[in-house]
Protein backbone atom coordinates (compact mmCIF):
# COMPACT_ATOMS: atom_id res chain seq x y z
CA UNK A 1 0.00 0.00 0.00
CA UNK A 2 0.67 3.47 -0.12
CA UNK A 3 3.50 4.28 2.94
CA UNK A 4 2.07 7.74 3.23
CA UNK A 5 -0.80 6.02 4.48
CA UNK A 6 0.64 3.90 6.33
CA UNK A 7 2.66 6.68 8.24
CA UNK A 8 -0.14 8.38 8.39
CA UNK A 9 -2.19 5.55 10.29
CA UNK A 10 0.21 5.46 13.03
CA UNK A 11 0.39 9.29 13.75
CA UNK A 12 -0.01 10.02 17.51
CA UNK A 13 -3.32 12.28 17.85
CA UNK A 14 -1.46 13.78 21.23
CA UNK A 15 1.92 13.74 23.60
CA UNK A 16 2.62 15.01 26.66
CA UNK A 17 6.16 15.32 28.70
CA UNK A 18 5.48 11.51 29.48
CA UNK A 19 4.19 9.43 26.86
CA UNK A 20 2.25 9.87 23.23
CA UNK A 21 -0.93 8.89 22.69
CA UNK A 22 -2.39 6.96 19.11
CA UNK A 23 -6.16 5.95 18.53
CA UNK A 24 -7.26 2.55 17.81
CA UNK A 25 -9.85 -0.05 17.66
CA UNK A 26 -10.26 -3.70 19.18
CA UNK A 27 -9.77 -6.51 17.37
CA UNK A 28 -11.10 -8.97 19.89
CA UNK A 29 -13.26 -8.24 23.52
CA UNK A 30 -11.23 -6.93 26.47
CA UNK A 31 -12.43 -6.14 29.86
CA UNK A 32 -16.60 -5.19 29.31
CA UNK A 33 -15.49 -3.35 25.62
CA UNK A 34 -16.42 -5.57 22.75
CA UNK A 35 -14.62 -6.30 19.51
CA UNK A 36 -14.71 -2.86 17.20
CA UNK A 37 -14.31 -0.70 20.26
CA UNK A 38 -12.40 2.54 20.05
CA UNK A 39 -9.53 2.61 22.18
CA UNK A 40 -6.64 5.32 23.21
CA UNK A 41 -3.17 3.89 23.53
CA UNK A 42 -0.57 5.82 25.74
CA UNK A 43 2.67 4.78 25.12
CA UNK A 44 6.11 6.31 27.17
CA UNK A 45 8.95 8.35 25.34
CA UNK A 46 12.11 6.35 25.06
CA UNK A 47 13.95 6.66 27.86
CA UNK A 48 11.86 8.59 29.81
CA UNK A 49 13.00 7.84 32.94
CA UNK A 50 16.51 9.22 32.85
CA UNK A 51 15.24 12.39 31.24
CA UNK A 52 13.01 12.91 34.48
CA UNK A 53 15.55 12.19 36.88
CA UNK A 54 18.07 14.45 35.32
CA UNK A 55 15.16 16.94 35.50
CA UNK A 56 13.96 16.19 39.28
CA UNK A 57 18.09 15.93 39.94
CA UNK A 58 18.39 19.73 38.74
CA UNK A 59 14.97 21.25 40.16
CA UNK A 60 16.85 19.85 43.36
CA UNK A 61 19.80 21.64 43.18
CA UNK A 62 17.99 25.18 42.46
CA UNK A 63 15.28 24.97 44.90
CA UNK A 64 17.85 24.22 47.56
CA UNK A 65 20.17 27.18 46.51
CA UNK A 66 17.73 29.50 46.81
CA UNK A 67 16.32 28.37 50.25
CA UNK A 68 19.87 28.57 50.91
CA UNK A 69 20.20 32.50 50.14
CA UNK A 70 20.27 34.21 53.54
CA UNK A 71 17.90 36.96 55.23
CA UNK A 72 14.84 36.04 52.96
CA UNK A 73 13.88 33.29 54.62
CA UNK A 74 12.61 31.47 51.29
CA UNK A 75 13.25 28.11 52.77
CA UNK A 76 9.66 28.94 54.68
CA UNK A 77 8.19 28.47 51.45
CA UNK A 78 8.72 25.02 50.95
CA UNK A 79 9.82 24.85 47.50
CA UNK A 80 12.63 21.85 48.15
CA UNK A 81 9.56 19.83 50.06
CA UNK A 82 7.10 20.60 47.03
CA UNK A 83 9.83 19.47 44.61
CA UNK A 84 10.37 16.53 46.56
CA UNK A 85 6.55 15.78 46.95
CA UNK A 86 6.45 16.37 43.16
CA UNK A 87 9.01 13.94 42.31
CA UNK A 88 7.61 11.48 44.36
CA UNK A 89 4.39 11.63 42.75
CA UNK A 90 5.89 12.10 38.87
CA UNK A 91 8.35 9.12 39.10
CA UNK A 92 5.71 6.80 39.49
CA UNK A 93 3.29 7.65 36.18
CA UNK A 94 6.31 6.49 34.13
CA UNK A 95 4.53 3.46 35.02
CA UNK A 96 1.60 3.34 33.52
CA UNK A 97 0.16 0.45 35.18
CA UNK A 98 0.24 2.76 38.03
CA UNK A 99 -2.13 4.81 35.75
CA UNK A 100 -4.64 2.54 35.34
CA UNK A 101 -4.73 1.86 38.83
CA UNK A 102 -5.58 5.51 39.20
CA UNK A 103 -8.21 5.55 36.66
CA UNK A 104 -9.86 2.53 38.50
CA UNK A 105 -9.91 4.25 41.39
CA UNK A 106 -11.44 7.28 39.99
CA UNK A 107 -14.25 5.49 38.42
CA UNK A 108 -14.67 3.69 41.83
CA UNK A 109 -14.76 6.84 44.00
CA UNK A 110 -17.38 8.63 41.05
CA UNK A 111 -19.15 5.67 40.77
CA UNK A 112 -22.91 6.50 39.86
CA UNK A 113 -22.16 9.68 39.12
CA UNK A 114 -23.63 10.59 35.94
CA UNK A 115 -21.80 13.72 34.90
CA UNK A 116 -18.53 13.02 35.82
CA UNK A 117 -16.93 10.27 33.85
CA UNK A 118 -12.93 9.17 33.55
CA UNK A 119 -11.50 6.62 30.81
CA UNK A 120 -12.09 2.61 31.88
CA UNK A 121 -8.32 1.06 31.33
CA UNK A 122 -7.90 -2.23 29.83
CA UNK A 123 -5.77 -4.23 32.39
CA UNK A 124 -5.19 -7.90 30.00
CA UNK A 125 -3.42 -4.74 27.44
CA UNK A 126 -1.79 -2.68 30.02
CA UNK A 127 2.24 -2.81 30.63
CA UNK A 128 4.90 -0.12 32.04
CA UNK A 129 5.21 1.16 28.82
CA UNK A 130 1.72 1.01 27.33
CA UNK A 131 -1.59 1.31 28.40
CA UNK A 132 -5.02 0.97 26.44
CA UNK A 133 -7.92 2.67 27.75
CA UNK A 134 -11.48 3.38 26.25
CA UNK A 135 -11.29 6.34 24.18
CA UNK A 136 -13.17 9.56 25.51
CA UNK A 137 -15.17 11.39 22.51
CA UNK A 138 -15.87 15.32 23.92
CA UNK A 139 -14.90 18.84 23.27
CA UNK A 140 -12.27 20.86 25.08
CA UNK A 141 -13.77 22.65 28.14
CA UNK A 142 -12.33 25.67 26.61
CA UNK A 143 -14.71 25.70 24.21
CA UNK A 144 -17.38 26.47 26.71
CA UNK A 145 -15.28 29.54 28.54
CA UNK A 146 -15.70 31.63 24.87
CA UNK A 147 -18.19 33.79 24.88
CA UNK A 148 -20.97 33.10 22.89
CA UNK A 149 -20.45 29.91 21.81
CA UNK A 150 -22.34 28.13 24.61
CA UNK A 151 -25.69 28.84 26.64
CA UNK A 152 -25.00 30.77 30.14
CA UNK A 153 -26.81 27.83 31.60
CA UNK A 154 -24.19 25.15 30.47
CA UNK A 155 -21.72 27.18 31.23
CA UNK A 156 -23.29 27.43 35.27
CA UNK A 157 -23.49 23.87 35.28
CA UNK A 158 -20.21 22.94 34.44
CA UNK A 159 -18.54 25.49 36.41
CA UNK A 160 -20.78 24.21 39.41
CA UNK A 161 -19.86 20.20 38.27
CA UNK A 162 -16.54 21.04 38.40
CA UNK A 163 -16.22 22.37 41.21
CA UNK A 164 -17.60 19.72 43.58
CA UNK A 165 -15.71 16.71 41.69
CA UNK A 166 -12.34 18.79 42.58
CA UNK A 167 -13.96 19.74 46.07
CA UNK A 168 -14.77 15.91 46.64
CA UNK A 169 -11.37 14.93 45.85
CA UNK A 170 -9.65 17.40 47.93
CA UNK A 171 -12.14 17.09 50.88
CA UNK A 172 -13.76 13.52 50.78
CA UNK A 173 -11.50 11.11 48.72
CA UNK A 174 -8.15 12.79 49.74
CA UNK A 175 -7.02 11.51 45.61
CA UNK A 176 -6.63 14.62 43.27
CA UNK A 177 -6.55 14.92 40.34
CA UNK A 178 -3.02 16.26 39.97
CA UNK A 179 -2.49 17.71 36.25
CA UNK A 180 -6.22 19.54 35.81
CA UNK A 181 -5.47 21.60 33.09
CA UNK A 182 -8.41 22.71 30.57
CA UNK A 183 -6.48 20.23 28.15
CA UNK A 184 -7.45 17.15 30.25
CA UNK A 185 -11.17 18.19 30.67
CA UNK A 186 -12.89 17.05 27.57
CA UNK A 187 -17.19 17.58 27.68
CA UNK A 188 -19.65 15.76 26.12
CA UNK A 189 -23.52 14.13 26.90
CA UNK A 190 -24.40 11.26 29.17
CA UNK A 191 -26.35 9.54 26.33
CA UNK A 192 -27.51 6.44 29.04
CA UNK A 193 -29.28 9.11 31.61
CA UNK A 194 -32.63 10.95 30.46
CA UNK A 195 -32.56 14.55 29.34
CA UNK A 196 -28.88 13.32 28.07
CA UNK A 197 -27.19 15.60 30.98
CA UNK A 198 -23.60 17.43 30.36
CA UNK A 199 -20.99 15.44 31.57
CA UNK A 200 -17.47 16.13 32.32
CA UNK A 201 -14.72 13.49 31.15
CA UNK A 202 -11.31 13.85 33.22
CA UNK A 203 -8.43 11.72 31.42
CA UNK A 204 -4.45 11.72 31.99
CA UNK A 205 -4.87 10.48 35.28
CA UNK A 206 -1.35 9.71 36.19
CA UNK A 207 0.11 12.46 38.16
CA UNK A 208 -2.20 12.38 41.73
CA UNK A 209 -1.89 13.72 45.03
CA UNK A 210 -2.90 11.63 48.29
CA UNK A 211 -1.77 12.78 51.68
CA UNK A 212 -2.41 10.03 53.85
CA UNK A 213 -4.77 10.07 56.71
CA UNK A 214 -2.91 12.67 59.08
CA UNK A 215 -2.14 14.97 56.47
CA UNK A 216 -5.29 14.86 54.85
CA UNK A 217 -6.68 15.42 58.68
CA UNK A 218 -4.44 18.97 59.16
CA UNK A 219 -5.42 20.21 55.63
CA UNK A 220 -9.60 20.13 56.48
CA UNK A 221 -8.60 21.51 59.73
CA UNK A 222 -6.40 24.46 57.76
CA UNK A 223 -8.97 25.01 54.54
CA UNK A 224 -11.78 24.60 56.40
CA UNK A 225 -10.95 27.14 59.07
CA UNK A 226 -10.02 29.37 55.47
CA UNK A 227 -13.54 28.94 54.30
CA UNK A 228 -15.11 29.88 57.73
CA UNK A 229 -12.96 33.20 57.42
CA UNK A 230 -11.30 32.23 60.87
CA UNK A 231 -8.10 33.52 60.37
CA UNK A 232 -6.54 33.20 63.60
CA UNK A 233 -7.53 29.74 63.79
CA UNK A 234 -6.33 28.64 60.28
CA UNK A 235 -2.92 30.53 61.11
CA UNK A 236 -2.45 28.76 64.32
CA UNK A 237 -3.13 25.20 62.62
CA UNK A 238 -0.93 26.06 59.71
CA UNK A 239 1.76 26.44 62.77
CA UNK A 240 1.03 23.82 64.78
CA UNK A 241 0.96 21.21 61.73
CA UNK A 242 4.24 22.58 60.34
CA UNK A 243 7.15 20.32 60.54
CA UNK A 244 9.48 23.00 61.21
CA UNK A 245 8.92 26.46 62.32
CA UNK A 246 11.78 28.60 64.54
CA UNK A 247 9.21 31.70 64.68
CA UNK A 248 9.24 33.22 68.13
CA UNK A 249 6.29 34.03 70.12
CA UNK A 250 6.04 37.37 68.57
CA UNK A 251 6.12 35.98 65.18
CA UNK A 252 3.22 33.69 66.08
CA UNK A 253 1.38 36.05 67.08
CA UNK A 254 2.30 38.39 64.42
CA UNK A 255 1.40 35.77 61.64
CA UNK A 256 -1.96 34.65 63.19
CA UNK A 257 -2.73 38.33 63.58
CA UNK A 258 -1.56 38.54 59.29
CA UNK A 259 -4.04 35.88 58.67
CA UNK A 260 -6.80 37.45 60.48
CA UNK A 261 -6.11 40.30 58.39
CA UNK A 262 -5.98 39.21 54.78
CA UNK A 263 -9.88 37.54 55.56
CA UNK A 264 -11.23 40.75 57.14
CA UNK A 265 -10.18 42.58 54.32
CA UNK A 266 -11.75 40.08 51.94
CA UNK A 267 -14.71 40.42 53.55
CA UNK A 268 -16.48 39.63 50.14
CA UNK A 269 -14.89 36.75 48.86
CA UNK A 270 -14.11 33.53 50.29
CA UNK A 271 -10.85 31.43 50.10
CA UNK A 272 -11.32 29.25 47.42
CA UNK A 273 -12.75 32.66 45.29
CA UNK A 274 -9.53 34.31 45.35
CA UNK A 275 -6.90 31.18 46.53
CA UNK A 276 -4.05 32.89 44.17
CA UNK A 277 -4.33 36.31 46.45
CA UNK A 278 -4.57 34.38 49.37
CA UNK A 279 -1.63 32.47 48.67
CA UNK A 280 0.66 35.47 47.78
CA UNK A 281 -0.14 37.17 50.70
CA UNK A 282 0.11 33.71 53.34
CA UNK A 283 3.50 32.91 51.63
CA UNK A 284 4.77 36.54 52.33
CA UNK A 285 3.61 35.92 55.60
CA UNK A 286 5.62 33.07 55.93
CA UNK A 287 8.76 34.02 55.09
CA UNK A 288 8.27 37.36 57.26
CA UNK A 289 7.79 35.41 60.62
CA UNK A 290 9.54 32.29 59.75
CA UNK A 291 6.85 29.41 59.55
CA UNK A 292 7.34 26.51 56.97
CA UNK A 293 4.22 26.42 54.75
CA UNK A 294 3.24 22.28 54.06
CA UNK A 295 3.98 20.81 50.44
CA UNK A 296 0.01 19.82 51.10
CA UNK A 297 -1.64 22.61 51.72
CA UNK A 298 0.19 24.75 48.79
CA UNK A 299 -0.46 21.61 46.16
CA UNK A 300 -3.80 21.30 47.33
CA UNK A 301 -4.39 25.07 47.45
CA UNK A 302 -2.90 25.41 43.93
CA UNK A 303 -5.17 22.64 42.51
CA UNK A 304 -8.11 24.57 43.83
CA UNK A 305 -6.77 27.81 42.63
CA UNK A 306 -6.59 26.23 38.57
CA UNK A 307 -10.18 24.63 39.26
CA UNK A 308 -11.46 28.07 40.37
CA UNK A 309 -10.05 29.52 37.64
CA UNK A 310 -12.06 27.64 35.07
CA UNK A 311 -15.72 28.29 36.72
CA UNK A 312 -14.71 31.44 37.28
CA UNK A 313 -14.01 31.70 33.24
CA UNK A 314 -17.12 29.13 32.79
CA UNK A 315 -19.28 31.16 35.16
CA UNK A 316 -17.70 34.26 36.87
CA UNK A 317 -20.94 35.06 39.17
CA UNK A 318 -20.58 31.05 40.38
CA UNK A 319 -20.61 31.28 44.84
CA UNK A 320 -17.94 28.99 45.63
CA UNK A 321 -18.72 28.84 49.37
CA UNK A 322 -21.53 27.16 48.16
CA UNK A 323 -20.17 24.31 46.96
CA UNK A 324 -17.28 24.35 49.26
CA UNK A 325 -18.76 24.39 52.75
CA UNK A 326 -20.95 21.33 52.58
CA UNK A 327 -17.63 19.93 51.34
CA UNK A 328 -15.87 21.19 54.40
CA UNK A 329 -18.70 19.74 56.72
CA UNK A 330 -18.64 16.41 55.54
CA UNK A 331 -15.17 15.88 55.63
CA UNK A 332 -14.33 17.70 59.37
CA UNK A 333 -17.45 14.79 60.18
CA UNK A 334 -15.56 11.70 58.83
CA UNK A 335 -12.28 12.89 60.30
CA UNK A 336 -14.42 13.24 63.45
CA UNK A 337 -13.17 17.37 63.89
CA UNK A 338 -17.18 18.76 63.41
CA UNK A 339 -18.47 21.20 66.49
CA UNK A 340 -20.70 22.59 64.65
CA UNK A 341 -24.07 22.49 63.41
CA UNK A 342 -24.46 22.42 59.37
CA UNK A 343 -26.36 26.05 58.45
CA UNK A 344 -26.56 25.28 54.32
CA UNK A 345 -30.26 25.20 54.27
CA UNK A 346 -30.49 29.02 53.82
CA UNK A 347 -28.60 30.97 50.82
Known sequence: GDPRRKKQAIS?????????????????????????????????????????????????????????????????????????????????????????????????????????????????????????????????????????????????????????????????????????????????????????????NMIDCGLVVEMGEQDHVNLVRVLGAFIKKDGMQAGHLMIDTAKKCQATQLDVELFCKGIQKICEDDDDNNFLESVGDYLADICYLACKHKVKLEASFINAALACEIMEGIASKLYPTLKVQHIALPMVFRAEVMHGLSSWKFPFGKK
Not at 76 to 89: A, G, I, P
Open 12 to 200: PIGSGCIAQVYKARLKKASGLLPVGSEVAIKVTHPNILHKVCVDFYILNKISSWIEAIPYINLNYLSMKDSVEQFRDVMLPQLDLRVEARNLRRFRRDFAGATQVAFPQPLADLTTEKVMVESFVHGEPILKYCEDGLKSMKDREELATIGLATVMKMIFLHDFVHGDLHPGNILIDRNQSVSGKPLRL
